[in-house]
């Protein structure tokens, strides 16, 4: 189903005639705001209307220390009276970013989630829990306003409180849920221990807001009996409705006519071709407040070079690999904590819940992987317990070329996830 099927198909050309339009007008808006218009100078950029596309890649990079440098009034370019609303990263690693929006800004981003819902077959008949946090997190209000402009009967239920949201998918009969992964895991380990599942109408779970792998999806669906849907996006970009995949379930649908999509090399910065695998650089061109022009995202991935089969033409990005700046170095390998869930989750008798430590044996690297798994293991013959620990061993060696130290725990040994779940403890620093 399309919520616009003119733009959600629209050609090749026409998309591109759009996009150069878009991001002319932003150009345009940002030389006439003296406080964005000298980023671009201190870039010593000289900004004028791009005659192609392909000129994008000449303009420079925006990161978050230079949002973070333009606090608090932000690369605005409006007046603060057009601005209706402002979300915030979480700054918890410094000062935050800010992003304002005008009511323009909001009816638009609200279209594009309803075009996400819309695309995964949801309607008005659904009934909507959003378990994300509300608030600053773009998770929340972001998905909210775009399932009631979808018609959908929606929860704000926020994220946490489990109890809570098994009585409310319960007794409200919900349809759908929004969810972090890592949160999705917990919540349906108890579903499957209380055997709550025949009595529920739950079909979609809507998945995002940090990595998880296409092995935690699959065991999410066969535990819950529905499908799960992948979402992308960022606060600095608005939050969802970035990106989010079709009923195909191969890849995300980048909304072209309001993000211009690149794929770089992490070191150079030089743009890739579709299907090679590199740092994702979103801009934001058809916002008022606040238009973003090549932004580094740092999360890795690669563009399907490939048609959907689903009928729309813009293009799909990957699952996303992890962040550039999840990777960590052991011994000499670089490592994704992708790498590590995705053996694990393939694996029946592994639980809901890992975390991965760093830590350091004289002037070695160490690795342990502490894993909460099926509680029968602890229970009788424990041969079987050391055999699980022997099969993950091999296999993480086999995947990440060292030896880890595995240690398997009860289910609810570690503490539970309700957002965005810590995979990585870095202890390095810490021990000798
Ligand atoms: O997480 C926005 C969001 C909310 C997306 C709800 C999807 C659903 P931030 O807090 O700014 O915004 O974090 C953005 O989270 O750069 C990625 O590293 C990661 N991320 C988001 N979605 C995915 C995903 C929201 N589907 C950062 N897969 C991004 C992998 C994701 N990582």
């Known amino acids: 189903m399309f919520w616009d099927k003119p733009l959600e198909t629209i050609d090749c050309r026409s998309l591109q005639i759009l996009q150069l339009d878009r991001i002319n007008t932003a150009l345009e808006r940002i030389a006439a705001t003296p406080g ?76 594009l989630i309803a075009r996400c819902l819309c695309m995964i077959g949801m309607s008005d008949k659904d009934v909507f829990q959003n378990m994300m946090t509300y608030g600053m997190f773009t998770g929340g209000l972001g998905l909210h306003y775009g399932a009631e402009k979808l018609g959908a009967m929606v929860i704000p239920a926020g994220a ?32 499957e221990q209380r055997n709550l599942l025949d009595g529920l109408s739950l079909r979609i779970a809507l998945m995002g ?32 409705g970035v990106a989010f995949e079709c009923l195909e379930k191969e890849g995300m649908h980048v909304w072209e006519d309001n993000y211009y999509v690149e794929i770089v090399d992490t070191k150079t910065g030089m743009p890739l071709p579709d299907g090679e695998e590199g740092e994702l650089v979103l801009s934001a061109i058809n916002r008022e407040a606040m238009p973003i022009l090549r932004y580094r995202t740092h999360d890795l991935a690669f563009i399907y070079p490939e048609r959907c089969a689903c009928g729309r033409t813009h293009r799909k990005i990957s699952r996303i690999k992890g962040r550039t700046d999840d990777m960590f170095i052991i011994g000499g ?46 229970a009788g013959d424990l041969r079987h317990l050391t055999q699980l620990k ?30 965005k779940a810590v995979r990585v403890i870095d202890n390095r620093d810490k021990t000798v």
């Open 209 to 240: 807001a940090e990595p998880y792998t296409e092995a935690t999806r699959l065991k999410l669906e066969e535990r819950l009996r529905i499908d799960v849907i992948n979402s992308y996006g960022l606060s600095e970009m608005n939050g969802p």
């Open 390 to 419: 022997e099969t993950i061993t091999r296999k993480l060696r086999e995947e990440i070329l060292i030896n880890p130290t595995i240690e398997l725990v009860e289910p609810g040994s570690l503490p539970p996830s309700q957002g």
């Open 333 to 378: 390998v670089n490592i994704f904590p992708s790498q590590i869930e995705e053996v694990l989750m393939k694996l029946p008798q592994v639980g809901s819940n890992y975390v991965i430590i760093l830590s350091k044996k004289g002037s070695l690297d160490k690795l342990s992987v502490r894993i909460e798994v099926n509680p029968d293991l602890f």
């Open 36 to 111: 964005y218009k000298s980023f671009y100078d201190s870039k010593k950029y000289k900004i004028k209307p791009l005659s192609s596309l392909e000129q994008m890649k000449d303009l420079p990079f925006t990161t978050k220390q230079d949002l973070r440098n333009s606090y608090p009034s932000g690369f605005l370019v409006t007046d603060m009276e057009k601005v209706v609303r402002m979300h915030s990263s979480s700054g918890t690693t410094g000062i935050p970013t800010v992003i304002y929006h005008t009511k323009n800004d909001i009816d638009n981003w609200s279209s």
């Open 160 to 191: 946490g409180n489990t109890e809570r949201q098994l009585k409310f998918i319960k007794d409200f009969k919900t349809t759908v849920v929004h969810i972090t992964p890592s949160y999705a895991l917990h919540v349906s380990e108890i579903i």
